[in-house]
């Protein structure tokens, strides 16, 4: 009975080196953190405050002078909504803000919490609708 190989010497090889490129390609996204995030935040359109997200160190948190009242967490790299006293509660479902063009908003507040600028992440397409 013949013994049947399943791969030769240079199906290793390209696997080799398909695996070796992919491995190159990822390292960036692995290791390179140059993130520069700017949190926006406005209240009836006027600009409450800007702030750099990648250089807060440790936890901050904001109470915003509005009807009815929002609370606003800020941490190294990311911001999110943690209180309203809205009905619906969207803003706050909206969880963490941590890539360019995440946004969270509460319409009876008429608050705006906006997250611009460059994350190795920010060219993935947002695939979470609510």
Same mark, same amino acid.
């Given at each position: 009975?013949?013994?049947?190989?399943?791969?030769?010497?240079?199906?290793?090889?390209?696997?080799?080196?398909?695996? %070796?490129? %992919?491995?190159?390609?990822?390292?960036?996204?692995?290791?390179?953190?140059?993130?520069?995030?700017?949190? !926006?935040?406005?209240?009836?359109?006027?600009?409450?405050?800007?702030?750099?997200?990648?250089?807060?160190?440790?936890?901050?948190?904001?109470?915003?002078?509005? !009807?009815?009242?929002?609370?606003?967490?800020?941490?190294?790299?990311?911001?999110?909504?943690?209180?309203?006293?809205?009905?619906?509660?969207?803003?706050?479902?909206?969880?963490?803000?941590?890539? $360019?063009?995440?946004?969270?908003?509460?319409?009876?507040?008429?608050?705006?919490?906006?997250? $611009?600028? !460059?994350? %190795? &992440?920010?060219?993935?397409? &947002?695939?979470? !609708?609510?």
């Amino acid at each position: 009975m013949k013994k049947i190989k399943l791969f030769s010497r240079y199906d290793l090889l390209v696997l080799i080196a398909i695996s %070796a490129i %992919a491995t190159i390609l990822l390292l960036p996204n692995v290791f390179g953190n140059n993130d520069s995030l700017t949190a !926006t935040i406005t209240v009836d359109g006027k600009v409450v405050e800007t702030v750099e997200l990648n250089r807060i160190s440790g936890v901050r948190e904001m109470s915003l002078q509005c !009807t009815p009242a929002v609370k606003v967490r800020m941490e190294t790299g990311k911001i999110c909504v943690i209180d309203a006293d809205c009905e619906d509660k969207l803003c706050v479902n909206c969880g963490w803000l941590d890539s $360019d063009g995440a946004m969270a908003v509460c319409l009876p507040a008429k608050v705006v919490v906006s997250v $611009d600028g !460059t994350k %190795a &992440d920010s060219k993935v397409p &947002d695939v979470i !609708t609510y």
